[in-house]
């Protein structure tokens, strides 16, 4: 069966620090990961990740890809109280059909 | 740009009834799928439509069914409601199939007593 797996489930940082998410999966047909930011209602999109070893980067976000190990990692640097939310990993496979994992929540206090 | 817009944001239903959930797609795009949330959980998918016609379904039973109209909006109808319904519904939509990232949409926050 198609899973994908995040830790920590949750975490709790103040303003500055440096967090790491991670995403590991265990899929067949692997199309492409990708990162959703999830505030309130709708997940709002981060990263799409095809190829490995790829960073890809937006402002203080950034993630990587190693399709041999099986796993991304979300890194967000200098954190701020806007950054508290739940991040999703999902694998997108060749038909089409999107596997999210359970999700990370993120905490950031002041 | 219109991004991706669902209705009604809430809905509250009692077992055994129906419901219809609507969804219209960001500008451009063909694709919609449609993906259950139940608290604390990644959303689970349902199913997907591509040019009005399904393109792959999720473990979900039968009397959860669906639609694309011309327009690429869609409808997801959901029969015989049951308390484990409770959730909310997402719908994304995507310029096409392949690599291509799906956009969401707030939700339909669905409670059935």
Redesign the interface.
């Known amino acids: 069966e198609d899973k994908?797996v995040q830790s920590p489930l949750s975490l709790v940082v103040h303003e500055g620090d440096t967090v790491t998410l991670n995403c590991s999966y265990e899929v067949t047909n692997f199309?492409?990961l990708?990162w959703?930011k999830q505030e309130k209602?709708?997940?709002?999109?981060l990263f799409?990740l095809?190829s490995s070893g790829i960073e890809k980067k937006s402002g203080r976000l950034s993630s990587i890809l190693d399709k041999k190990e099986l796993f991304s990692i979300l890194n967000i640097t200098a954190t701020q109280t806007g950054d508290s939310a739940i991040y999703?990993c999902?694998v997108?496979l060749n038909?089409?059909?999107?596997?999210?994992?359970?999700?990370t929540r993120l905490q950031v206090f002041p | 740009e219109t991004g991706?817009t669902q209705s009604p944001t809430h809905l509250i239903k009692t077992r055994g009834q129906q419901v219809t959930l609507r969804c219209s797609s960001q500008s451009g795009h063909n694709?919609v799928?449609w993906?259950q949330q139940a608290l604390?959980?990644?959303?689970?998918?349902i199913f997907?439509y591509?040019r009005e016609e399904e393109?792959?379904r999720?473990n979900f039973p039968p009397r959860f069914s669906g639609l694309q109209f011309p327009n690429y909006s869609s409808e997801l109808n959901v029969n015989a409601l049951e308390l484990d319904d409770s959730a909310?519904y997402?719908c994304?939509s995507s310029a096409g199939?392949?690599?291509k990232?799906?956009?969401?949409?707030?939700?339909t926050r669905l409670s059935i007593l």
């Open positions: 994908v199309r492409s990708l959703y209602k709708a997940p709002t999109f799409m095809t999703l999902a997108l038909t089409d059909k999107l596997i999210f994992g359970t999700g | 991706v694709t799928s993906y604390g959980q990644g959303p689970q998918f997907q591509y393109n792959g999720g909310l997402l994304a199939l392949g690599v990232p799906q956009h969401f949409g707030d939700g």
